[in-house]
């Protein structure tokens, strides 16, 4: 089985900065793909950031050059470290991988999100 855990999410003030962090753990052959899902109350679910195994990264417009995405391959983990942030991006965040997994194959799993608050 396997389990996406998130931490790091809070409350912090407009400009301020965060950094998210998730680790997949299980039966896990390799790692194809991480990243960063959002979902702001009424709105539907986005990308955030996504890290390939490669190292490729891409992110949604609104966060770039204020959002940086990284991974450690060797621990499967990826973090988002978040800097100026606004009101706009309060929202939960969810870690989302896709794994290749012992016995199951490909798969796209998801954390159970943190609550990102931005006051202004």
């Known amino acids: 089985q396997v389990q996406l855990v998130e931490s790091g999410g809070g409350l912090v003030q407009a400009g301020g900065s965060l950094r998210l962090s998730c680790a997949a753990s299980?039966?896990?052959?390799?790692?194809?793909?991480m990243g960063w899902y959002r979902q702001a109350p009424g709105k539907q679910r986005e990308l955030v950031a996504r890290?390939?195994?490669?190292?490729?990264?891409n992110y949604a417009d609104s966060v770039k050059g204020r959002f940086t995405i990284f991974s450690d391959n060797a621990k499967n983990t990826v973090s988002l470290r978040m800097n100026s942030l606004k009101a706009g991006d309060t929202a939960v965040y969810y870690c989302?991988?896709?794994?290749?997994?012992?016995?199951?194959?490909?798969?796209?799993?998801w954390g159970q999100g943190t609550q990102v608050t931005v006051s202004s």
């Open positions: 989302n991988a896709d794994l290749n997994v012992y016995g199951l194959g490909f798969g796209d799993y």
């Open positions: 299980g039966n896990i052959f390799s790692v194809n793909a």
């Open positions: 890290i390939n195994a490669g190292g490729s990264t």
